[in-house]
């Protein structure tokens, strides 16, 4: 095992053809195309793909889970938000 | 039994089985995991590809035999696999090196297998070509990165490709049986391959700033059945379980 690691890279795989790309993982790799050839070993050895993106995690910025708070509490008690308050009629099935 | 098919069939698929337990020693054992699960990828498609061959050598043998007793129970001299494939994993450089300069001729002979007139061999080059195009990419772009890396990859890298050259001869080397099969319109005239096979392997060795060997000596014998030294080891690794327990079955 080397010592020194190559950089993080984060997988997103689409598994059907209008579907969007998922986050599935992910792995390491000395750039991107090493990165879409480990991605594919890695995570679509199951038929699980028909599209990978690959994006170094460094790049990737997050939000910060002690801000959660802030950020996500406010939006819990507006259920208002959410379409739920419309009479359908029972002719619409699928909605 | 068509004598000649069989030991035609042999000599394409314990390619292909030998390459295939070479990189699966390195299931667990790969220099990290990405390459590590890349490499038994390679080896279990191989191993794919190979079941299809001894199935079909199975039925033309009859006398009971099946795929597993083709793969496990023949002793070393009836083994035809050219001797690059048994050669070691001595460092991570020889597994790549190995690989790319067979999966440059692999990739060459299905093609033309594909145009084979017994149709059995030709189904199974069409489902096999996807892989190897895969594995060449893999194998080549690794080369690419060892060659033109850090001055000890390049080292590693030109060492091996150094000492598995005098191994690349042989893949053009015609047997009997080959020979026959070629005339009945069946097998590939593997001598035919030889000029495009140096082109792309010394495109890919240029691109990768490895010198090309000037060596004119090459071995051969793995095609005869006579093999180096290597390969009494690895069937003894691989024919073990049906050795200790004759008929057992995962």
């Not at chain 2, 069989?6 to 337990?21: E, F, K, P, V, W």
């Not at chain 2, 990828?41 to 191989?46: I, K, Q």
């Amino acid at each position: 095992m080397s010592t020194k690691n190559w950089p993080l890279w984060e997988v997103f795989v689409r598994s059907k053809n209008g579907l969007e790309h998922r986050h599935f993982g992910s792995l390491h790799a000395a750039d991107a195309e090493m990165a879409l050839e480990n991605a594919r070993d890695v995570y679509t050895r199951r038929n699980e793909g028909v599209s990978i993106w690959v994006v170094e995690s460094k790049y990737i910025t997050a939000s910060n889970p002690e801000h959660n708070g802030e950020m996500f509490e406010p939006a819990q008690d507006k259920v208002y938000r959410h379409p739920t308050f419309y009479d359908l009629p029972d002719e619409v099935k699928h909605m | 039994m068509k004598h000649n098919l069989y030991r035609y069939i042999l000599g394409i698929a314990d390619n292909s089985l030998i390459l295939g337990q070479r990189l699966g020693e390195l299931c667990g054992h790969g220099p990290n995991l990405e390459t590590d699960i890349a490499c038994t990828n390679m080896s279990l498609d191989l191993l794919g590809q190979v079941r299809s061959y001894y199935q079909y050598a199975a039925k033309i043998k009859g006398e009971g035999a099946s795929e597993d007793s083709i793969a496990f129970l023949r002793k070393e001299r009836e083994y035809y696999n050219v001797l690059l494939v048994e050669q070691p994993n001595t460092d991570f450089g020889y597994t790549m090196a190995r690989q790319f300069l067979f999966d440059v001729y692999h990739l060459l002979f299905l093609t033309e297998l594909q145009k084979s007139s017994d149709l059995t061999l030709s189904a199974i080059a069409t489902k096999s070509i996807k892989e190897v195009s895969y594995h060449q990419r893999f194998s080549s772009d690794w080369i690419k990165r060892l060659g033109d890396g850090t001055e000890e990859s390049n080292t590693r890298i030109q060492t091996a490709i150094n000492d598995l050259w005098t191994y690349t001869d042989e893949l053009f080397y015609l047997t009997d049986a080959d020979k026959a099969m070629v005339e009945e319109g069946i097998g590939v005239d593997v001598a035919t391959l030889k000029d495009a096979y140096y082109k792309t392997v010394s495109e890919v060795l240029e691109e990768a700033r490895i010198e090309i060997p000037e060596s004119k000596y090459f071995q051969k014998g793995g095609k005869q059945g006579i093999h180096t030294e290597h390969m009494g080891y690895l069937l003894a690794d691989m024919q073990y379980m049906q050795r200790a327990y004759p008929n057992m079955e995962w």
